[in-house]
């Protein structure tokens, strides 16, 4: 147990107590052992090891954040850490994490250590599974930057405090400004503008009116690279690696991938206890142990409850307190109370269960009835009343009358239970992750690049998104196809080349086209076929023509194909492609 800071009475349990060392981490004594094996690896005087990163995954509040921070301290190694709440996008991966990977460390009091006297920077990448933005993707939205009359308003107040300030006015001076209406919205090339104090107020108004990239475009792209070749180690902490892994193979084999468990009950209840002893807090034993059961493993909302129940007297109320929450996975468990026998559930009920709108609450009890149903009758029933609580969400949604949520609530729990009329001892009922959002959220990304595909290539075709998504994208599936011996035949790879070179397409959406890696060897064998060369698709993208018979690509025709060939590209989209973007 960590002993008590003094001067820390005012913070949260969970900073009191973070651990410093890895000694003191509750539980996941196995991935422990793995990090610090990993660890081992960067000793002083080697080079690099094989794998230069790890990869911590494990849901949250089980102390992946906290085993890199106390395994930095026991190597004695200075971190540099970016989390979810900071811009991630390429630029600034790769001037913040990307410069202290590639230098030698400093101590925390600023003193110098070489890598060979064992020296390193910790690049601590938090929650990395949120960075969903490649390169292609569109800028975040960002407010828009004042104009120069907003700027010196803002700051000075009048126009009198203005013109005293820049000296309007004066004896061979600019006159002074009449009124706010005839300061300029932009700088302008009036005799003001050369004035000193002017001069100083333009540059801080250009520098306020160039807004920051908040977003994570070209962030995976970003953190693969550094991987590939930093100098210092790297942690990435992900609360589910699928965004990571489905990017590149890199974070499958490349990184030492370390599994944190929840912690398991007996754990937690141990260290509650020792806390409650240290803090010397007055907690009720029926307390800690609805604290234990509700936080499933999750030891961060263990102290937050802790927290919260501490300054009510011991007994029923801190319990009471604990009864009315519930935890991140609410819906399974509700769903299945809610569908195991039959009993009217009202609104209040819900509400107090659930921190989550009607909508949201729907494809859960659309996804557990056909689980929940004893035979066809009741499976039918149960659908006619869930459609009649989606007619009333539909409804709420198009005319704006949110009193149709409480009818909608009722009708998909207490009418869906009372429609399935479950038996007693028919067992529980399965509420699983609906597969609709499981699907979205798999095919998230290849829409992303589906859609940068059309944008690049409909221009050239004079079609909208919408058609090009019909036809020239089955076309481009057919024509990209991963090559097989034998049936890839100069013509298509001419025309791939030239698909590729003429309408700019990157190596994340020539990988879409093929259904493989950016980085696989078919890829970048494309692109080296596209690269400009004498004879070749090195010839300037067209600017457009106006003549009706010019080719796809614009007034050059791409290379022919044969008669066989063009019929082969004109096929359907191959079933997989099709089960991508259903």
Not at 196 to 214: M, T, Y
Not at 246 to 264: D, E, W
């Amino acid at each position: 147990m960590p002993a008590r800071v003094s001067g820390t009475a005012d913070l949260l349990l969970t900073e009191r107590l973070r651990p410093k060392r890895l000694s003191e981490l509750i539980g996941n004594a196995g991935a422990i052992a793995e990090l610090t094996a990993w660890a081992a690896g960067w000793a002083p005087g080697r080079g690099p090891p094989r794998q230069r990163a790890a990869l911590l995954e494990g849901r949250a509040g089980v102390g992946k954040t906290s085993a890199a921070g106390a395994l930095a301290h026991d190597m004695g190694w200075s971190v540099v850490e970016m989390n979810a709440s900071e811009a991630r996008n390429r630029r600034a991966i790769e001037q913040v994490a990307g410069r202290a990977a590639l230098t030698n460390s400093f101590s925390s009091d600023g003193q110098y250590r070489s890598a060979k006297s064992g020296g390193r920077t910790l690049i601590l990448l938090d929650e990395a599974d949120c960075l969903t933005g490649r390169a292609t993707e569109d800028r975040a939205p960002a407010k828009a930057p004042p104009t120069l009359r907003e700027f010196l308003r803002a700051r000075y107040g009048t126009v009198g405090s203005l013109a005293e300030a820049w000296g309007l006015g004066r004896p061979k001076a600019p006159p002074a400004f009449a009124g706010w209406e005839e300061v300029p919205t932009t700088g302008g090339r009036g005799a003001w503008t050369r004035l000193k104090a002017a001069q100083v107020d333009l540059a801080e108004w250009r520098e306020a009116g160039s807004a920051e990239d908040l977003s994570d475009r070209g962030g995976l792209g970003a953190i693969a690279q550094l991987v590939k070749s930093t100098l210092q180690p790297v942690i990435l902490t992900v609360n589910d690696a699928q965004t990571l892994t489905r990017y590149s193979p890199l974070f499958r084999q490349g990184v030492a991938r370390v599994r944190f468990l929840p912690v398991a009950d007996a754990e937690m209840r141990a260290f509650l206890r020792k806390t409650i002893l240290a803090e010397r807090l007055e907690i009720q034993t029926a307390a800690v142990e609805a604290i234990v059961r509700r936080s499933h493993g999750d030891l961060r909302a263990a102290l937050n409850d802790l927290d919260a129940i501490a300054p009510l007297p011991a007994g029923p109320a801190q319990v009471a307190v604990l009864g009315a929450r519930d935890v991140g996975s609410e819906f399974e468990t509700f769903v299945s109370e809610a569908l195991d026998h039959a009993r009217f559930v009202r609104m209040v009920e819900v509400r107090d269960r659930l921190d989550a709108s009607p909508d949201d609450l729907f494809p859960w009890i659309e996804e557990a009835v056909p689980h929940a149903a004893l035979d066809a009758a009741h499976r039918l029933a149960a659908f006619e009343t869930l459609g009649r609580a989606e007619l009333c969400l539909m409804r709420a949604r198009r005319f704006r009358h949110w009193g149709l949520w409480s009818y909608a609530t009722e009708l998909m729990t207490g009418g869906v239970a009372t429609a399935l009329d479950r038996p007693a001892g028919s067992g529980a009922v399965y509420a699983g992750f609906p597969m609709f959002l499981a699907g979205m959220g798999r095919s998230r990304i290849a829409r992303a690049q589906r859609k940068a595909v059309l944008e690049r290539v409909d221009p050239f075709f004079h079609l909208s998104a919408r058609k090009g998504s019909v036809t020239v994208l089955p076309w481009l599936y057919r024509l990209f196809d991963p090559p097989r011996p034998g049936f890839d035949r100069p013509a298509a790879r001419a025309l791939r080349a030239e698909i590729i070179h003429r309408t700019r397409l990157e190596a994340d959406q020539v990988a879409y086209l093929m259904d493989l890696e950016p980085d696989s060897a078919a890829v970048q064998t494309e692109l080296l076929r596209s690269e400009p060369r004498s004879g070749g698709p090195g010839v300037a993208p067209p600017t457009g023509g106006a003549s009706g018979r010019s080719g796809p690509l614009g007034p050059e025709a791409p290379p022919e194909t044969e008669p066989s060939e063009a019929t082969a590209l004109r096929r359907p989209a191959r079933a997989t492609r099709q089960q991508r973007l259903s």
